[in-house]
């Protein structure tokens, strides 16, 4: 399959946000050409030596919050070290894309990072819509939206650095938020100057939803509309959380220590990702996952490198080593790009309480609550979520 390289539009430096609000300079979905306005981008910065402090703190705290995990993990391999080390061998396992007719392309999207992505269609003159997935999925839990869109739009869904067949790049630094957002950038960039549309729906889920939050402030004048599942507003996640919050993204200090988060998230032929999915307390209602779709996933994850890259997403968020200060400025201001927030009733990773002051940062906002959907919204309530998307985009 051919690399299809992206012609980066010329960049002039570093972006200077505005303070007050980001957007367009002609109403979203008008046109005026993807080049109207520069993109903001982001250079890394060293921490310091306060950083270094509040890295080596986070670090302690991690080890600390890890012993019972450990523990446990270690009690499971004496009892049973044939079965904490069993996998079945995907390797060779052929599943058919989950929709036919689907087009698969790789985009350089940084010096030696090529991203994958999926598409529905390619020069059909059809609006785009770029869909972005989250921890620890692929391109395709997108599955059923790009077969009920794929007749309005060029439906393209993208595997992120470090997951399913895009490049792996090593080293925590190596998924700072700066790559992340400038990878969707080139992908964005590739889209429009390919098909000479002027902007793009972009959509995500979780890890994907949070870098799209990120994307449309970075770049507003690239996008038409804004969809958001189960993801907060990234500037408001630190002033809105509560205790209960706080206790639920616990587990994040697990991910921040070598291999230990890896042989929690593999042993057992990768038992813990299924209980996530599919029959812990937070998981997918009952019949709404197919045995093919574990195993697709299964599949995905179970690829040499993707372990270790999907656990640096968070290794390397909200480090103090090289922290995102100025990303956080550009967050502070007014998004004028139409947002949709979807979000889960029954979403126990996040509380409700992460909404608060929202619409006080998104000038043409709407939130809905799916009362009977889990974190896992695109499996639990395709149909729904497919609804409300549409109804938004045609409003």
Known sequence: MLVQRPIRQQRDGYGQPDAEAVGPELPAGKGGGHTAQASTHFAMEWGGVLGCLQW?????????VSLPLAMSLLVQFIISPRKVLHHKDRSNLLLPDPLPGLLHQWIEAQ???????????????????????GFPEAWF??????????????????????????????GWLSYHQYHLADDLLAVTEHLLQESGQKQVVLAGHDWGGHM??????????????????????????????????????SYVLAFQLPWLGEAALCVNDYALLESVLVNGPGGC???????????????????????????????????????????????????????????????????????RDTDKHVDRLRVEVLPDSSHWMLQDCPAEVNRLMRDFLQA
């Open 56 to 64: 080596a703190a986070w670090q302690v705290l991690a080890v600390l």
């Open 111 to 133: 010096p030696g990072v090529k991203l994958h992505i999926a598409r529905t269609s390619r020069g059909s003159g059809k609006p785009l819509m770029l869909l972005v997935h």
């Open 141 to 170: 839990t997108w599955a059923k939206q790009m077969a009920d869109f794929r007749d309005q739009y060029e439906v393209v869904a993208v595997d992120m650095r470090g997951y399913g067949e895009s490049s792996k790049p090593k």
């Open 212 to 249: 799209c939050w990120c994307l449309a402030y970075m770049a507003p004048h690239l996008f038409s509309h804004l969809i958001t599942l189960c993801v907060p507003h990234p500037g408001l996640y630190h002033k809105n959380r509560d205790l209960t919050q706080r206790i639920r993204h």
């Open 285 to 355: 209602n009952p019949g709404t996952v197919s045995q093919e779709y574990i195993e697709r996933y299964k599949q995905a994850f179970g690829r040499p490198g993707v372990p270790t890259a999907a656990l640096n997403y968070y290794r390397a968020v909200n480090n103090a080593l090289f922290p995102t200060e100025k990303l956080h400025r550009l967050l502070a201001g007014k998004l004028l790009v139409p947002t949709l927030m979807l979000w889960g009733g029954r979403d126990i990773n996040l509380s409700q309480v992460l909404l």
